[in-house]
Every structure is written in structure tokens, then in C-alpha cells.
């Protein structure tokens, strides 16, 4: 007889701290949006530019460049909290990168959220954010067996 598995969802977390009041699950699945998402005024200024036949620009260059990467950092850095306590409980969690999570494949469109063009953005941040954390697996385009 096979054993009943337990898998506990999380998504569109946004940089907000995991509270788990049981524990009685296998494994993790986490959809993505790990990330904080404080940029998302200035994104919502750079779509109605669009929306408007205005010129598009980039987010971070609506707050600047130097403020934006404050932002991001900080986000990233929810993020990586998230996915440590996620990690310290010693169960797989299976992951993968949002449109919120600083990675630029993953979108269809042109949002002006990412521009490859800004060094700082044009890296693989969800490899980072998931590095050495052991429990952790990347999930996009991955078959995983339980």
C-alpha cells in the first residue's frame, strides 16, 4: 500500500514571513512571488505610460536607479529569509521563480520590469536566492519524483 502524501502549498508570498501552525506534511511546493514586491508602484507607473501610447520607461528609472536597487535588495533579502526558515525544517521544498522573484525569462510581455540592460538586474538572482540552502530545489522546467 502506498503512503499518503502530504504536500503543503505556499505562493504569492510577496516577502511576507511563513507562520505554520502544524507541521504534519512531506514536502513544500512554493509557485513562486518569494520576493517582496516594493517596486510595484513605480511598475504600475511605467504600464499606464504604455497603456497611455507614452514612451515606456523602465521602473527603476521612474525612482532611480539608486533607490530601486535598495528595493530590490531588500526584497530579495524577505525572500532568502523565507526560503531559510522554509529550509531549517528539513522537509523538500520545490520552488519556483514568480514574475515578482527578479527573473526576467518568465515574463511574456514588456512590462518594463526588467531591462537587461541595468547590470545589476541582469543576473540570475533566484539562483542566489536558493543557493546552499539544501532542502531547497529548483522546480521550473523540472520533472521531480516524490
Given at each position: 500500500m502506498s503512503k499518503e502524501l502530504k504536500i503543503l502549498i505556499l505562493g504569492d508570498l510577496?516577502?511576507?514571513?511563513?507562520?505554520?501552525y502544524f507541521k504534519d506534511f512531506d514536502a513544500i511546493i512554493l509557485p513562486g512571488d518569494i520576493c517582496g514586491d516594493s517596486p510595484k508602484l513605480f511598475h504600475f507607473e511605467s504600464l499606464r505610460d504604455k497603456l497611455a501610447g507614452k514612451k515606456q520607461r523602465p521602473w527603476f528609472?521612474?525612482?532611480?536607479?539608486e533607490k530601486a536597487?535598495?528595493?530590490v535588495e531588500e526584497?530579495?533579502?524577505?525572500g532568502r529569509k523565507t526560503l531559510e526558515f522554509l529550509n531549517s525544517l528539513g522537509k523538500p521544498v520545490?520552488?519556483?521563480?514568480?514574475?515578482w522573484d527578479y527573473v526576467d525569462e518568465f515574463l511574456p510581455w514588456d512590462t518594463g520590469y526588467f531591462h537587461k540592460d541595468w547590470d545589476f538586474l541582469n543576473r540570475n538572482i533566484f539562483n542566489d536566492l536558493i543557493k546552499n540552502l539544501e532542502n531547497v530545489k529548483p522546480l521550473h522546467l523540472s520533472l521531480i519524483h516524490i
Open positions: 510577496h516577502g511576507d514571513q511563513v507562520k505554520l528609472e521612474i525612482c532611480g536607479k536597487k535598495i528595493m526584497d530579495i533579502a524577505k520545490f520552488a519556483c521563480a514568480g514574475n
